[in-house]
C-alpha cells in the first residue's frame, strides 16, 4: 500500500492532476459561475463557501489530503497480530499472487479460510502449501482489491484486510 502512495496517489501527483483539470476547465467554470452565481454563496449540502474559483480548488486539495489521511488510518494493514488463536504472521500485505499465513504454534485442525471482497461475495482460495506452522494461499485468479480474510474456529472467528494488487 506504501508503494501506491509513493506513486499513483502521492499527494504532488493527485494535487497535479486536480491542477492539470482546473486549467482544463479554464473558460468552462467562467461560464459556469456566470450562469449561476453560487461562489460565496453557501449551497446545501456543502459546508464549505469559497468567494473564488481557486479557493474551492484548494479546498478540494486539502478535502482529499484529510481523506487519504483519514483512509490510512482506517484501514490500516497490519502483517502482525497477536490474538487467541496464535496467528502471528500475514505476508506480504499488499500481495500479488502468494499469501502466507504462519502461526506461532502449529496449524489449528479446526482452521476453516474464508475470503470476501467488500461486496460480501466470497471467493474460492487454493491452498497451494500447507506445512506444520503455516498456510501458503494462491490469490493469482483474484482481481486487485481489498478484500477480508476469515479465520475461523470453532469457538471463535478473525478478519484480517488482505490487498490484492
Known amino acids: 500500500m506504501e508503494d501506491i502512495k509513493t506513486k499513483e496517489f502521492s499527494e504532488n501527483r493527485v494535487n497535479h492532476l486536480i491542477d492539470s483539470i482546473s486549467v482544463l476547465l479554464n473558460k468552462a467554470h467562467v461560464r459556469n459561475f456566470q450562469k449561476w452565481p453560487v461562489l460565496g454563496q453557501y449551497v446545501w ?5 469559497g468567494n473564488t474559483y481557486s479557493e474551492e480548488v484548494n479546498h478540494l486539495k486539502s478535502w482529499i489530503d484529510s481523506r487519504f489521511a483519514y483512509l490510512d488510518k482506517v484501514w490500516e494493514i497490519k502483517t ?3 490474538d487467541s ?3 502471528t504472521q500475514l505476508l506480504p500485505n499488499p500481495t500479488a499472487d502468494l499469501l502466507t499465513i504462519s502461526f506461532a504454534k502449529k496449524v489449528p485442525k479446526d482452521l476453516t479460510i474464508s475470503l470476501y471482497d ?5 471467493f474460492v482460495v487454493p491452498i497451494i502449501d500447507l ?5 501458503n494461499l494462491d490469490l493469482s485468479n483474484l482481481p486487485t482489491g481489498l478484500f477480508i480474510l476469515r479465520m475461523s474456529y470453532p469457538e471463535s472467528s478473525s478478519y484480517y484486510k488482505i490487498v490484492k494488487i
Open 131 to 135: 506445512d506444520e506452522n503455516q498456510i
Open 45 to 49: 449540502p456543502n459546508y464549505y463557501i
Open 80 to 82: 502482525e497480530v497477536e
Open 118 to 122: 467488500t461486496n460480501g461475495s466470497s
Open 85 to 87: 488463536t496464535n496467528y
